[in-house]
């Protein structure tokens, strides 16, 4: 029952290095979103997938990049990291209408 | 785009005392979910609620779509009850695809 899945859980980085950041969700959901929390602010839209194969941007898309080749995983991308990118991020899946998103428990990421 | 807003930003309890935090949003809304952020950073789903009240042992929720607002009641706090509470909402599939706006959370506090 992992519902989803995030990796890693903690990461540290130097600017300008990349990194991937794995969302995988077993709940054949269609909808996957990334969110970034930063200290004392709610969670914000960085990207979506609406299904396998699509991607859209969200509030702040700036310096992401995301992919969905398989249903299940969502991957968000950094290919430059900057300190600005330091923040908690949070993967999310939703089946349908009348359905609540289900989150991750979040990547904490770190950019020195 | 929908704005929401949290009220109180801050609330400290003694253990044994109820609560009520509130949410306000701007437009129409077909979603609506209470979240609580633990002490590790996890997202916890309380309530998925677009209209209607429910409960869930000490806690219950009641939103009011027509007035634009979301009431989440907990009565007998505990000190597990600290943390950050968050609501959010989405518009629909058409509206965006069911992303979900946060709003910028009630910090709470239960001393012993």
């Known amino acids: 029952n992992a519902g989803v899945t995030q990796t890693p859980k903690f990461r540290v980085l130097k600017t300008g290095q990349s990194m991937t950041l794995l969302c995988a969700q077993d709940?054949?959901?269609?909808?996957m979103y990334w969110y970034r929390q930063d200290p004392g602010m709610g969670l914000r839209l960085i990207h979506y997938s609406v299904g396998e194969g699509t991607t859209a941007k969200g509030e702040v898309p700036d310096g992401y990049n995301v992919s969905r080749l398989k249903k299940q995983n969502f991957l968000l991308g950094l290919e430059s990291a900057a300190p600005s990118q330091t923040s908690v991020y949070f993967c999310?899946?939703?089946?349908?209408?009348?359905?609540?998103?289900?989150f991750g428990d979040g990547t904490r990421l770190s950019i020195l | 785009g929908i704005q929401v807003e949290q009220s109180p930003p801050d609330l400290i309890l003694q253990e044994g005392a109820n609560s009520t935090l509130r949410c306000n949003f701007s437009?129409?809304?077909?979603?609506l979910q209470w979240f609580h952020q633990n002490p590790w950073g996890q997202l916890i789903n309380l309530f998925y609620?677009?209209?209607g009240t429910k409960q869930n042992g000490r806690l219950s929720a009641t939103t009011v779509a027509t007035e634009r607002y979301s009431l989440l009641y907990i009565s007998s706090s505990q000190t597990t009850d600290s943390g950050v509470y968050f609501c959010?909402?989405?518009?629909?599939?058409?509206?965006?695809?069911?992303?979900?706006?946060f709003g910028k959370g009630t910090l709470l506090t239960v001393n012993p």
């Open positions: 999310a899946s939703k089946d349908s209408q009348y359905q609540p998103q289900h």
């Open positions: 609620i677009p209209s």
């Open positions: 959010a909402v989405d518009r629909g599939y058409l509206g965006s695809n069911y992303k979900l706006t």
């Open positions: 437009d129409s809304v077909n979603n």
């Open positions: 709940m054949n959901h269609e909808y």
